[in-house]
């Protein structure tokens, strides 16, 4: 019995993206992609909006998404079979927002996974059968505001304690067990040598596949053992201004074959999401987007380069909230959305973490190497003010280095 599934990316149906697919252009991207969803058993996207028509979101302090709930038929249209609720956006509408959804899927017949009404709800594995499969998708989030720990409804919870356990258990009820789960760093393209552990532990755990979503961009794959690794999908469909380089909108799509319940073969098909829609790479940039995949992926297997990479995710990141802070306090004159930036630095673990361990490669003196070794590359003048800062922080840090583990490299 061979039976083939689609994972796709981030999938919002709002802004310029609704607006073209409630005109009745949706059909574009629906011809571009058909060839290849009409080859799969299983079509799973992550539906990063509620379909509502509600106009109350849950805050106005952060950008919300939603789609009316017109638009969901352009689900229906497109193949997909499963939509993951599981992000941080279900609940930009609060619960009328995500009860508005659920309803709109199972209008046309979409099943759901990664939300509920409570926090147990809101994890508890999907279970299919489908060509004489029986099927079982983890569908989870990092905690963010959309989180099911945070408001008693929403997003399920992704927190490394429990979730390999709850993989153990699926395995042993299905004859193939997926993790398709909303983590890592927004616009990063590595994952953090954490997501790496925990993915991997999940295939320890019995996962055949683990699926990301969040970045926005792609991040490299790896087969580990019996089961494969794709950390970020990036975008499917969304209305994103262009990124830093060429590749910056890419979107992957990955289609898993199975034979009886072994994965037998994974094909990746790169995609275009710029321009409000979505396209199938032609065969000359196909190879160049392969090309920059391998460099992204074979990172994975070199533990010193990944946490370099980590490093500069860590920087990155910080850079990009305190930008947003200073926007927000000179420019925008917006204090709540510039207080709960601060806010999110201390309670939303992911973001937290990125601190702390900025201050451990700093304090460690493994900041300090990197940039000098990366000195060449980095003569911008953000690149010079790190430098010098990993300097101070260097020699503020010996005290520290005493402490077994302190080091991360």
């Given amino acids: 019995m061979v039976m083939r599934v689609i994972f796709c990316g981030d999938l919002s149906i709002c802004r310029g993206t609704e607006k073209m697919i409630l005109e009745g252009k949706g059909g574009g991207i629906i011809r571009n992609l058909k060839n290849t969803l009409n ?38 249209e497109l193949g997909v079979n499963i939509g993951s609720l599981a992000n941080n956006h279900i609940a930009d509408y609060g619960k009328q927002g995500l009860k508005d959804t659920i309803s709109v899927l199972e209008a046309h017949n979409i099943a759901w996974v990664g939300a509920g009404w409570s926090p147990e709800e809101a994890r508890r594995p999907l279970i299919i059968d489908r060509g004489g499969l029986r099927v079982g998708i983890l569908a989870l989030a990092q905690p963010e505001c959309s989180a099911a720990s945070r408001l008693g409804w929403g997003a399920g919870v992704l927190e490394d304690g429990y979730a390999p356990s709850y993989m153990e258990s699926l395995s042993k009820q299905v004859d193939i067990a997926m993790a398709y ?30 699926i990301g979503h ?44 199975f034979k009886d319940n072994s994965l037998k073969d994974i094909k990746i098909i790169p995609v275009d999401t710029r321009g409000e829609t979505t396209k199938v790479l032609a065969a000359e940039e196909k190879k160049e987007a392969e090309r920059h995949l391998m460099r992204l992926s074979e990172v994975l297997t070199d533990s010193k380069k990944l946490n370099e990479a980590y490093y500069f995710t860590c920087r990155n990141n910080f850079d990009l909230y305190a930008g947003a802070f200073f926007h927000n306090i000179f420019k925008k004159r917006n204090w709540r959305q510039a207080r709960d930036l601060i806010l999110q630095q ?8 990125l601190r702390i361990d900025l201050i451990r490669f700093l304090l460690s003196g493994n900041a300090f190497e990197i940039e000098r070794l990366r000195g060449k590359a980095n003569r911008d003048r953000k690149g010079h003010l790190w ?17 077994p583990g302190f080091r991360i490299l």
Wanted: include cysteine.
């Fill in 346 to 353: 201390l309670f939303w673990p992911q973001i937290a973490e």
């Fill in 39 to 76: 080859a799969s058993d299983l079509f799973i996207a992550n539906i990063e909006c509620p379909l509502t028509d509600s106009d109350e979101p849950m805050w106005r302090y952060f950008r919300t998404h939603k789609g009316k709930k017109a638009a969901g038929r352009f689900l229906k």
């Fill in 214 to 257: 969040h970045p926005h961009v792609p991040q490299g794959y790896e087969w580990y053992k019996n089961g494969f690794i794709a950390y970020s999908l990036g975008n499917f469909i969304f209305d994103m201004a262009d990124g830093p380089h060429r590749f910056s909108r890419l979107g992957l799509m990955v289609q898993a074959e």
């Fill in 181 to 210: 789960l909303h983590y890592g760093v927004e616009f990063s393209e590595y994952p953090t040598p954490r997501q790496v552990r925990l993915s991997r532990g999940l295939v320890d755990a019995g996962a055949k596949l683990v």
């Fill in 387 to 403: 430098k010098w800062f990993c300097r101070i922080s260097f020699y503020l840090g010996l005290p520290f280095r005493w402490i």
